[in-house]
C-alpha cells in the first residue's frame, strides 16, 4: 500500500520480489506455484470452476499456509472462491506472478537509490519470517520490522488485529517527510 510517493510505502507479502529466482526454484525447496501461476492461459483453465479447491489448498497447505487452520473458516475460502469466479480475476490474480520478470527488472533499477523514507516490513513467524526485513533492506534506509507470531503466511486473515497494530504505531511514530522532527521516540 502507498500512501503518498514522497511519505510512506509498506511493503506487503510480496517483498521477495528481489529473491523470487530462489522462490521460484524447485530444486532448491522453492515453490512449485510460482511456475504454475505465470504459465498463461493453462493455468486460469485448470482452476476455472475449482477455485474452492485452489483456495482451501493454498489456504490450509503445510507449508507457508495458515498456522491454524481454523482461523480461516470454511465461508472465507467460499468467499474467496466466489470471488475468483468473477469475470478477469483469475487473469488478474495469476497475472501477479506473471509480472515478476518485469519487476525484477524494474526493481534492480529503482533499487539503486534506496528508500529514503522509513519503511515497515511485516513477516509471519511460520510464513517467510525475517524475509520481508531482509529484502526491504536491501532498498531502503530505515527500516522497521515486525514478526506476527503464531502466524503464517496470511496475517490479515489469521491475526487482524495484530497487523493492524503494527501498521498503525508505525504510522504514528514515524514523522512525515516535511516535519522529520516529529518522529515519537516509544
Not at 522453492?30 to 498463461?40: D, E, R
Not at 487452520?69 to 487473469?91: C, H, K, M, W
Request: proline residues 6%.
Amino acid at each position: 500500500m502507498v500512501l503518498s510517493p514522497t511519505r510512506w510505502h509498506i511493503f506487503g507479502p510480496n517483498g521477495r520480489q528481489y529473491a523470487s529466482e530462489e522462490a521460484m526454484d524447485v530444486s532448491k525447496g522453492g515453490s512449485w506455484y510460482f511456475g504454475f501461476n505465470m504459465a498463461g492461459d493453462i493455468s486460469e483453465e485448470l482452476v476455472r470452476g475449482r477455485e474452492k479447491l485452489f483456495v482451501d489448498h493454498f489456504m490450509r497447505r503445510e507449508k507457508v499456509g495458515l498456522f491454524e487452520s481454523n482461523s480461516v473458516s470454511d465461508a472465507d475460502i467460499e468467499f474467496y472462491a466466489r470471488a475468483l469466479q468473477r469475470p478477469g480475476t483469475l487473469r488478474s490474480s495469476f497475472s501477479y506472478y506473471r509480472t515478476l520478470p518485469i519487476v525484477r527488472s524494474d526493481n534492480s533499477v529503482w533499487g539503486q537509490t534506496p528508500l529514503p523514507m522509513p519503511a515497515l516490513a511485516i513477516g509471519a513467524d511460520w510464513g517467510y519470517g525475517a524475509a520481508s526485513e531482509q529484502t526491504l533492506r536491501r532498498v531502503a534506509k530505515d527500516v522497521q520490522g515486525a514478526i506476527i507470531e503464531r502466524c503464517g503466511h496470511y496475517p490479515a486473515e489469521e491475526r487482524p488485529n495484530e497487523l493492524a497494530r503494527w501498521i498503525a504505531d508505525f504510522l504514528a511514530n514515524t514523522p512525515s517527510a516535511t516535519h522529520p522532527a516529529q518522529r515519537k521516540v516509544q
